[in-house]
């Protein structure tokens, strides 16, 4: 009898959390038409989008749990730790799924961040060229032509 009981709590910690990770992935779908259109403007300066608290208090463990972290992509790829924040992982996710963001962040890096006060910071780092890897920007000399 015990061990169902222990399934059963399980089972239902599970649903928890998978709809939780879920959850946000819909937040963050939500706000993705805009932090495109912040990617594209972070490339004249810093961006900021203020969010709708509620939209996370939803999901979350309610309004004193703490929203706030760092992710940082770099050549396509999220560079530092985030898996223990699924609010950050979830929206990595969300912009590493769609093409327009996906190629943007493949061109250059960006640190997006979020602050307690539920404000979306996009930085814009652009990635030098190298002339070797481009065949359109090197200098034809003349030799062999």
């Given amino acids: 009898m015990w061990v169902l009981s222990v399934f059963i709590t399980v089972m239902v910690f599970r649903i928890f959390i998978k709809k939780k990770v879920t959850m946000y992935m819909q937040v963050w779908g939500k706000y993705l038409p805009i932090i495109k259109i912040l990617m594209k403007r972070a490339a004249t300066g810093d961006q900021k989008l203020d969010m709708n608290r509620i939209d996370f208090e939803r999901v979350g463990s309610g309004r004193k749990a703490g929203y706030k972290f760092n992710i940082e992509f770099v ?71």
């Fill in 75 to 145: 050549k396509g790829r999220v560079d530092n730790m985030i898996s223990s924040v699924p609010m950050a992982s979830q929206l990595a996710n969300v912009l590493l799924q769609d093409e327009t963001t996906k190629q943007l962040l493949m061109k250059n890096d960006f640190h997006i961040s979020m602050n307690t006060k539920f404000q979306l910071g996009i930085k814009y780092f652009p990635v030098p060229i190298d002339p070797l890897e481009d065949e359109s920007l090197l200098v034809n000399d003349g030799v062999g032509t």
